[in-house]
Structure formats: C-alpha cells, structure tokens
C-alpha cells in the first residue's frame, strides 16, 4: 500500500509536537490608571508581543507639541502551559514590556500608540506608599 505525499505533510503539519498556534500580539493590560501614568515607568502587559517590532510599532508623542517622546524598553517573556505535551493554542506566550520615559515633563499629555492600544494619558508624579 502506497501513502500519499499530500498524507503524510498533512498529517506532520497537524501533529502536535509540530503546531504551536498563539494568539496575535495584543495587549491586554498597562499601569496608566485614569487617564494617569504614575512615574516615568510605563507597563504594558499581553501575549506574543515578542513578535512585534516594540521599536518600530510603539509610539508615544507629546500632544501638546507632537513631538515624539525619547524611550528605552525593556521585555521579559514567559510560555504558559506545556508547550511539549498541551494541545495547540493551549502554550501562550505571556509578555510584560516595561517602557521608561526619557526627558518626559511630569503634567504633559502623551499619546500612546501600539498594537491595539490607542491611549492618552498625563504624565504624574509618582505616588507614595
């Protein structure tokens, strides 16, 4: 009995060992409270954002001026789930990318712009426990 080509890539391309499905980059969480941003520290919490390009598509511009706001970032990644063993989609890729301001003026208003975030937020002083 002959298996066909087409069967076999069909059947390694749904293995699970092979297909690992994630969610699109998104975000789906940040430290601006209110319409405020406490601190010159801003988080961004979601899924996959290790496949965006931060530097390329986060932007962050005064609104008063339009001038866009210096920044330096940082992303720390962790799977979730067992990658080797969970079905797909079941393995996620849960991201935290922490962006700290340059030379912002506490009481200016910025804009905010990455992936599915569309936010303007005033830049406060930090709070104190």
């Not at 866009?68 to 935290?96: I, L, N, Y």
């Amino acid at each position: 009995m002959q298996i066909s080509r087409l069967f076999i890539l069909f059947v390694f391309l749904l293995s699970p060992a092979v297909v690992l499905a994630l969610m699109p980059p998104h975000v789906d969480g940040t430290n601006i409270k209110k319409g405020a941003l406490f601190g010159h520290t801003l988080v961004l919490h979601g899924y996959s954002l290790k496949y965006t390009k931060v530097q390329k598509d986060l932007s962050l511009t005064d609104v008063k001026t339009k001038k866009a706001v210096r920044w330096t970032h940082k992303m720390d990644c962790q799977w979730e789930g067992d990658c080797d063993t969970d079905r797909p989609g079941s393995c996620q890729q849960r991201c935290t990318l922490t962006v700290t301001l340059e030379k912002a003026t506490v009481g200016s208003t910025l804009k905010l712009q990455y992936l599915d975030v569309n936010q303007i937020f005033t830049l406060k002083t930090p709070q104190k426990n």
